[in-house]
């Protein structure tokens, strides 16, 4: 089975990385403002259920379930597109010029989603929460940038490390196989040069000199 191109790898990571960070101030900030640590969820459900998903406090598969669900895919979408379209960046391991691309692909993903999509497919929990809570969310929604400064792209996951080519390997049995490949005179000569063989020929001339 191919493995998938790195940047829906890293994508999913990070994107998951991001779903949960914002999930996590979807809670504090709806229990703050709404008493209910569902309620912001339960909005991301309107996309199926209509605006009526945004009045509901309680936790339930169908609302919270669900806008989790949708949150999730979300986070992962932007997450891929931030890792295919960012991956220079990434690539020069600089925290820096990492978290500027990270906070502009947040701008990019607020405006996409409050300018240019229609009501039923925004985020919802803008229904439930204020500005200043949703700038708390998106800024957390930016944290896919975290663990691209903790694991920097420029270096290769396991699967890039199993598909390097073996090329640049050495070969640890050259040396063998033209040992064995040597020619028998040669290896005959060397047998002759042996200081033991050379002084039991000097030992049979004088012999047959003496005879």
């Keep these: 089975m191919p493995a998938l191109p790195p940047s829906l790898r890293h994508g999913a990571l990070s994107g998951s990385l991001a779903s949960l960070l914002s999930a996590a101030a979807?809670?504090?900030?709806?229990?703050?403002?709404?008493?209910?640590?569902?309620?912001?969820?339960?909005a991301v459900s309107h996309w199926l259920w209509g605006d009526q998903a945004a009045r509901r406090d309680d936790a339930s598969l169908r609302h919270t379930l669900v806008g989790y669900v949708i949150h999730h895919c979300s986070a992962m979408f932007w997450g891929v597109l931030f890792e295919r379209y960012a991956a220079r960046i990434l690539d020069r391991r600089r925290v820096a010029s990492t978290v500027a691309a990270a906070a502009g692909a947040t701008a990019v993903a607020c405006f996409t989603d409050y300018q240019l999509t229609p009501h039923r497919l925004q985020p919802g929990y803008e229904m439930r929460l204020s500005r200043p809570s949703l700038l708390l969310v998106y800024g957390a929604n930016s944290g896919h940038w975290a663990n691209d400064v903790i694991t920097p792209q420029g270096g290769l996951d396991p699967v890039e490390q199993e598909n390097l080519p073996t090329l640049t390997q050495p070969d640890g049995n050259a040396h063998v196989k033209g040992a064995a490949q040597r020619p028998q005179s040669e290896a005959g000569k060397l047998a002759d040069d042996r200081p033991g063989r050379n002084e039991s020929k000097d030992i049979h001339r004088s012999l047959n000199q003496h005879e």
């Design 26 to 42: 979807l809670a504090l900030c709806g229990r703050r403002e709404t008493g209910s640590v569902f309620a912001a969820v339960n």
